[in-house]
């Protein structure tokens, strides 16, 4: 299996553009998905197949991949935004899904 | 809509069987396009899958190998339920389960999650 590592903390400004990356080992070999989890809640996914946004998610939150790194991109963050976020694929070796490590996003 | 409603003990001790239950509504179990997901949370592991099943003419389970032999997941479709059962639970079990609807791409259904303790 893989671990997938995200940076434990980013801290971004009001309007200001945050990105948080998330990279495995064949991480390109399957999809990658999102989660924004805010305290005492489920996770709610903001992306899925790398780069598509669910029904009602903003248009700042964006996905990408290049190789071995999936990079989730939140353009004009908002103090609503603040929150915990998870990345997560398909791990085709050991047939299971797997998730980061998490990320959270401070808006100060 | 989906709506998945979970129950079971929060409070187990160590040695003995966890079983959750995740009522389904707005959808089947046996829907073709879905599968349906254990996942728990604690700080100390973070988000980890624990098993799916599933129904595309047969049932499927396929299961986390971290807790394979120890878990089970078993749908009902006579009460459009699923179940988690985890067996010999240690402290380290201890976290939030969520039961989880994964409708083809994303998990884009959650119950509202049931913490459980594991402690004598």
């Known amino acids: 299996s893989y671990d997938l590592t995200q940076p434990p903390s980013v801290s971004v400004s009001p309007g200001q553009t945050a990105t948080i990356t998330c990279s495995g080992y064949k991480l390109g070999d399957t999809y990658v998905s999102w989660y924004q989890q805010k305290p005492g809640q489920p996770p709610l996914s903001v992306i899925y197949?790398?780069?598509m946004r669910p029904s009602g998610i903003p248009g700042r939150f964006s996905g990408s991949i290049s190789g071995n790194t999936a990079t989730l991109t939140i353009s004009g963050t908002q103090v609503v935004d603040e929150a915990d976020y998870y990345c997560?694929?398909?791990?085709?070796?050991?047939?299971?899904?797997?998730f980061g490590t998490g990320t959270k996003v401070t808006v100060l | 809509q989906v709506q998945l409603q979970q129950s079971g003990p929060g409070l187990i001790k160590p040695s003995q069987t966890l079983s959750l239950t995740c009522a389904i509504s707005g959808d089947s179990v046996s829907n073709n396009n879905a599968a349906w997901n254990w996942i728990r949370q604690s700080p100390s592991r973070g988000l980890e899958w624990l098993g799916r099943?599933?129904?595309?003419?047969?049932?499927?389970?396929e299961y986390a190998v971290s807790v394979k032999g120890r878990v089970t997941v078993k749908p009902d479709t006579s009460t459009n339920q699923f179940s988690l059962q985890l067996n010999s639970v240690t402290p380290e079990d201890t976290a939030v389960y969520y039961c989880?609807?994964?409708?083809?791409?994303?998990?884009?259904?959650w119950g509202q999650g049931t913490p459980v303790t594991v402690s004598s």
């Open positions: 099943t599933y129904y595309k003419s047969k049932w499927y389970y």
């Open positions: 989880v609807r994964h409708g083809g791409t994303y998990f884009d259904h």
């Open positions: 197949q790398n780069n």
């Open positions: 997560q694929a398909w791990d085709i070796y050991i047939v299971g899904y797997v």
